[in-house]
């Protein structure tokens, strides 16, 4: 059950191409979003849709792998844990952020084209 604790686990669309930095103590770093869509009806029966972002980091290895085959707008499933930081910009003011650090990720939907698989 311990394995349970702090897990994430979200299927989405990439917002845009991830980001890899090399920091000066040699780990690399990926940043990049994606997209979760839900729908309920209101009050009124009406269907609401409703997205929310998420802020993904990724770390080393995986950093290099989700650099390389992640684009904007492929979906992906990920497995992380959840991460509240805060840091002070550049005028002094304290920024808090949210972050899943990705543990896995699974990329989903392909296409058939010409009898062979092709990420879309």
Known sequence: ???????????????QDPEIKNLENGKKVVHFTIATNDSFKSSDGQKVEETTWHNI????GLAETAAKYLKKGKEVAIDGRLVYRSYEDKKGVTKNITEIVMN?????????????AKEE
């Open 1 to 15: 059950m311990s394995n349970l604790r702090n897990r994430v686990l979200l299927i989405g669309n990439l917002g």
């Open 57 to 60: 980091v990724a770390w080393n």
């Open 104 to 116: 896995e990720m699974l990329l989903l939907r392909s296409s058939q084209k010409n009898g062979e």
